[in-house]
T-cell receptor, first 113, second 118 residues
Framework: GENVEQHPSTLSVQEGDSAVIKCTYSDSASNYFPWYKQELGKGPQLIIDIRSNVGEKKDQRIAVTLNKTAKHFSLHITETQPEDSAVYFCAASMNSGYSTLTFGKGTMLLVSP | GAVVSQHPSWVICKSGTSVKIECRSLDFQATTMFWYRQFPKQSLMLMATSNEGSKATYEQGVEKDKFLINHASLTLSTLTVTSAHPEDSSFYIC??????????????FGQGTRLTVV
């Protein structure tokens, strides 16, 4: 089955800096890669996703890149703010019908004012 | 985005009792819902996939008689933790899948239920 590795497990940055979280996946059949933000005591919220036919996608301060050949994808957050502090999860799926998501172990991002 | 509502958000129960958690898709029909368990500072662990009108598919190591899942309608799935014990204390999260116009399926998560068994 699919295996998703996520690094780093924790990331501390100063407000205004950029943050990068990286994930690798094992199953070349995976073609959908969402990123979720989870605040303490809440469920994960989808923040951005990318499909395998696209190499990069941006949404304001958030961007995701995908390298299909190397089977890795990354989340980039620019101009970080304290409210960006949360746990971020990457995931991968084949997205065929209602296939399951395989999650990375998560990255706790701490943005200091 | 779509809204998935999970209830209750927290529950405390006595050891040996059963607890039911509801997951509703409020503005879309979800033929498939997923139930996850999350331990502190860990990732989400898929417990089972719930399909409307049929039996749930459980992941390896998840006791189906312990964690009863019912998906009676396109907007509601329930997870019942039977004869709960302290080791069942955890954060339980549901998600519902919805196809989009872009031809992909997006997963939306409920807010989670904190179960504490005393």
């Amino acid at each position: 089955g699919e295996n998703v590795e996520q690094h780093p497990s924790t990331l501390s940055v100063q407000e205004g800096d950029s943050a990068v979280i990286k994930c690798t996946y094992s199953d070349s059949a995976s073609n959908y890669f969402p990123w979720y933000k989870q605040e303490l005591g809440k469920g994960p919220q989808l923040i951005i996703d990318i499909r395998s036919n696209v190499g990069e996608k941006k949404d304001q301060r958030i961007a995701v890149t995908l390298n299909k050949t190397a089977k890795h994808f990354s989340l980039h957050i620019t101009e970080t703010q304290p409210e960006d502090s949360a746990v971020y999860f990457c995931a991968a799926s084949m997205n065929s019908g209602y296939s399951t998501l395989t999650f990375g172990k998560g990255t706790m991002l701490l943005v200091s004012p | 985005g779509a809204v998935v509502s999970q209830h209750p958000s927290w529950v405390i129960c006595k050891s040996g009792t059963s607890v039911k958690i509801e997951c509703r898709s409020l503005d879309f029909q979800a033929t498939t819902m997923f139930w996850y368990r999350q331990f502190p500072k860990q990732s989400l662990m898929l417990m089972a996939t719930s399909n409307e009108g049929s039996k749930a598919t459980y992941e390896q190591g998840v006791e189906k008689d312990k964690f009863l899942i019912n998906h009676a309608s396109l907007t509601l799935s329930t997870l019942t933790v039977t004869s709960a014990h302290p080791e069942d204390s955890s954060f339980y999260i549901c998600s519902a899948s919805r196809p989009t116009l872009k031809g992909i399926t997006e997963a939306f998560f409920g807010q989670g239920t904190r179960l504490t068994v005393v």
